[in-house]
């Protein structure tokens, strides 16, 4: 469980608070919602619920939320406030209008849950106005420096592994090869850690380049080993569309019969896993106590079992590499 910091909650408590959720959705931005509520209203804060993120903030599209609004929401996957990507955020006037629409209702701080793209909108916003605000990591992709683990991580990974476990009877019913695209942009974290717990054949990741003869050596290692020609090989979506099919028609010309299979949205929705509900409920509450005691421009985060804070101009400019010990661990175990 985590260590959560004390905190003076009175120090510089806000009247009203709003929070939004923006970007792609994540299984866990809802326990997110109902700590940051709970715990404020539990301060005697107002509590603002901002509709599809930064589209909703430019145009005031908000409600004041109860304890009412977030009963039953816990155990459901995407957003109850509903996410988007709105563009017009990347103006500085449409920022500064921002700022002007939450000081004309009272609002004196803004939680925003998403993954970096959000958060660099948080940390523009705060830098720019008098609006405090503080970051939440939602996305599924963990790739946010600050944090061990990011809001939705843990649930994608088990969604996979549900789908996977499934392909895998079917590849060792007709022997067959096949290449499992997993979600995660430019980083190969879910499908590091969706390929060692689904024991694929290979681990196919951004931060390293492809070695197509390595792959092919190992399937025939494999063969010859009598482990069969089935397997799987975990693939990470990477920056553009099609890699994975690139992947598949080179192994072609190594004599492979591949299919792929692109697990695609199912990895964002269903119900957050228990271990995303308690972080994500942690978080949530946390940030209001960081709030309270006049934390601003920080996200909060977890690290080594720890509620913590970093900067948000850290956590935009560092960016979270994936550990290559773990890459390679992983790639041992495919032996
Ligand atoms: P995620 O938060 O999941 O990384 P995006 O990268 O799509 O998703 O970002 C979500 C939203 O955050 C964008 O649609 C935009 O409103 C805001 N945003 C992203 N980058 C910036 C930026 N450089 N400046 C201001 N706002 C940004």
Not at 277 to 295: E, Q
Not at 324 to 331: D, N, T
Request: proline share 4%; aromatic share 4%; net charge negative.
């Amino acid at each position: 469980m985590y260590e959560i910091p004390t905190l003076d909650t009175s120090y510089q408590k806000p009247a009203a608070i709003a929070v939004l959720t923006s970007g792609g959705d994540s299984p866990g931005m809802n326990p997110a919602i109902r700590g940051v509520v709970r715990a404020a209203l539990h301060q005697g804060i107002k509590v603002f619920g901002i509709n599809k993120g930064y589209s909703g903030l430019i145009i005031g599209d908000m409600w004041e939320m109860n304890s009412a609004s977030v009963t039953n929401i816990v155990q459901r996957g995407g957003t109850l406030l509903k996410s988007d990507r709105c563009l017009a955020f990347k103006d500085p006037a449409v920022r500064h209008q921002a700022a002007e629409i939450l000081r004309e209702k009272g609002i004196e701080a803004l939680l925003v849950i998403g993954g970096d793209g959000s958060l660099t909108g948080a940390h523009l916003l705060a830098r720019e106005s008098d609006i405090r605000v503080l970051g939440l990591p939602g996305t599924i992709d963990n790739d946010i420096y600050g944090t061990d683990d990011t809001i939705g991580f843990d649930t994608a990974v088990n969604t996979a592994l549900e789908a996977i476990d499934k392909i895998r009877d079917t590849a060792l019913s007709h022997e067959s090869l096949f290449l499992v695209e997993v979600m995660g942009r430019n980083s190969g974290f879910i499908a590091t850690h969706v390929g060692i717990a689904c024991g694929a054949e290979m681990i196919v990741v951004p931060e390293y380049e492809v070695q197509v003869d390595a792959i092919s050596f190992q399937l025939a290692n494999n063969r010859a080993q009598g482990k069969g020609s089935s397997g799987i090989i975990v693939v990470a979506e990477g920056p553009v569309p099609g890699l994975t099919y690139n992947l598949a028609r080179q192994l072609e010309q190594h004599e492979q019969k591949p299919k792929v299979c692109i697990l695609g949205h199912i990895q964002r929705g269903g119900s957050p896993s228990g271990h995303d509900r308690i972080l994500a409920s942690c978080l949530g509450a946390s940030a209001v106590d960081y709030l309270c005691a006049g934390y601003n421009d920080i996200m909060i985060g977890v690290r080594q079992g720890k509620i913590t804070e970093t900067p948000l101009q850290q956590v935009i400019e560092k960016g979270k590499q994936l550990d290559p010990a773990l890459f390679q661990r992983a790639l041992l175990l495919h032996k």
